[in-house]
């Protein structure tokens, strides 16, 4: 699986938008983008995935560079209880849905 | 419909003891993986069952081991227990091994050594 690299820390106004970059340069074309968050106490819960395509749902939206090398996650408004650490995970597509691979996540902090 | 259950939610341990960690996955849910996850980092990937069979094992000790019930619920073992050995220990579901569909985790079993 293609490694990802996330900013260690990011920092949000309350009741806007919080845009968390993931950089995957090494992604391959059977490779989908998974977002996770873990808050405090609490086991990571799923957020979204895509191939290739933006996604949207009812936690976040995901946008995925041309390219693919990138992504971004939208909270499109951000409230006290998305603080959060934040994953970006890069998985073949249909293989071993059971493995992924973390790295330290993005810690977002949403503030009044 | 329940989420994946773990228990016992916290539990306390001396070193050199041993220790049984349990996990009831989503319903219909045929897979099963460990993460163990020390403070401060991302979890970290120890097994994955399926059909009751071990279908892949991370870079940890033979102290660790698992397996799976008919039920698809699963146990973890740890013996011999280190200092180290404290961490989250989460587990998490999906439907089948070779899927787009996301895993799903329980909120963990915090694990205390003495």
């Known amino acids: 699986d293609a490694k990802t690299t996330q900013p260690t820390s990011m920092d949000c106004a309350e009741g806007r938008a919080a845009n968390l970059p993931c950089n995957h340069s090494?992604?391959?074309?059977?490779?989908?983008v998974y977002w996770y968050r873990q808050i405090h106490s609490q086991g990571p819960q799923y957020i979204i995935h895509g191939l290739k395509n933006n996604e949207t749902n009812e936690m976040a939206s995901l946008i995925i560079t041309e390219d693919r090398k990138s992504s971004t996650l939208i909270l499109p408004h951000a409230t006290l209880r998305d603080t959060a650490v934040y994953y970006c995970?890069?998985?073949?597509?249909?293989?071993?849905?059971?493995?992924?691979?973390f790295g330290d996540g993005t810690t977002l902090t949403v503030k009044p | 419909d329940a989420g994946v259950t773990q228990s016992p939610t916290h539990l306390i341990k001396t070193r050199g003891q041993h220790v049984t960690l349990r996990c009831s996955p989503i319903s219909g849910h045929k897979s099963v993986s460990w993460y163990q996850q020390v403070l401060g980092q991302g979890p970290q990937f120890i097994f994955q069952y399926y059909e009751k069979e071990e279908r892949g094992r991370g870079n940890f000790p033979d102290r660790f081991s698992a397996r799976q019930f008919p039920n698809y619920s699963s146990e973890l073992n740890v013996n011999a227990l280190l200092l180290g050995d404290s961490a989250l220990y989460l587990c998490?579901?999906?439907?089948?091994?070779?899927?787009?569909?996301?895993?799903?985790f329980g909120d963990g079993t915090r694990l205390s050594i003495l």
């Open positions: 090494t992604i391959s074309g059977n490779e989908y």
């Open positions: 995970i890069v998985r073949v597509a249909y293989t071993n849905a059971g493995k992924s691979t």
């Open positions: 998490a579901s999906s439907y089948v091994v070779g899927s787009v569909q996301p895993q799903h």
